[in-house]
């Protein structure tokens, strides 16, 4: 059974700083893995989605890493800004579905 | 294009009501999903439509959960006899091939449901 785990559950950093998000994961027999922004109230937004294949995904400021082996996601924001606040999960699939982890709460302070 | 909408946005109801969810996935994407997300915690699955059937809903809490697709496209979740427990954001999201492990999930807003 997929689980998925993220440390920390919440980081407040200084505007500017480089910062990584964690995302764990039991089973390494996954196709993908995805991660997401949540504001408050919102739905999801897909930031990047890595195959199986690929070991890195980068779009603009965001680099997001995939190693099977170790069981492990990394989320990397650089430079980050204060509208970079909000909840990012990253989720991996399951027989079709995603399992999400808990997410972590990024503050961002101007 | 259009993404994915839910609604209502929010729903308030009193325990023991009966409650209805909508979901319209974005045109042709063949693969459904809604999700329940509690306070504080990442989204739980509860079912999964690939087309007009549902291809798992080991998700689904208990059987006063039910959720449709009749026409492949719009589905609705259905709570019967709602308890204070049901209380959360249900997402719905959609997927464009065939429910294949590549695909991307996109996610509508999300209804918030109040059970008071």
């Known amino acids: 059974k997929q689980e998925v785990t993220q440390i920390p559950a919440a980081l407040s950093v200084p505007e500017g700083e480089n910062l990584v998000l964690n995302c764990s994961f039991t089973?390494?027999?996954?196709?993908?893995l995805q991660w997401f922004r949540q504001d408050p109230g919102k739905g999801l937004t897909s930031l990047l989605l890595?195959?199986?294949?690929?070991r890195e995904q980068t779009s603009g400021r965001l680099n997001a890493s995939l190693d099977k082996s170790s069981g492990r996601s990394t989320l990397y924001i650089a430079a980050s800004q204060p509208g970079d606040s909000a909840t990012y999960l990253c989720?991996?699939?399951?027989?079709?579905?995603?399992?999400f982890g808990q997410g972590t709460t990024l503050q961002v302070k101007p | 294009g259009a993404g994915v909408s839910q609604t209502p946005s929010n729903k308030v109801t009193e325990k023991g009501k009966y409650v209805e969810l909508r979901c319209d996935p974005i045109?042709?994407?063949?693969?459904l999903y809604w999700y329940r997300q509690s306070l504080g915690q990442g989204p739980e699955f509860l079912i999964y439509?690939?087309?007009?059937?549902?291809?798992?809903d080991s998700g689904l809490p208990n059987d006063r959960f039910f959720a449709v697709r009749p026409e492949g496209s719009v589905s609705t979740l259905k709570i019967q006899r709602t308890e204070r427990g049901d209380s959360a954001v249900y997402l719905c999201?959609?997927?464009?091939?065939?429910?294949?492990?590549?695909?991307?999930?996109?996610f509508g807003p999300g209804t918030r449901l109040t059970v008071l």
């Open positions: 999201a959609s997927s464009p091939l065939r429910g294949g492990f590549t695909d991307t999930q996109y």
């Open positions: 089973d390494s027999a996954i196709y993908n």
């Open positions: 890595i195959q199986s294949s690929q």
């Open positions: 989720a991996a699939p399951s027989q079709g579905k995603l399992i």
């Open positions: 045109s042709g994407h063949t693969a």
């Open positions: 439509f690939q087309g007009t059937g549902a291809a798992d």
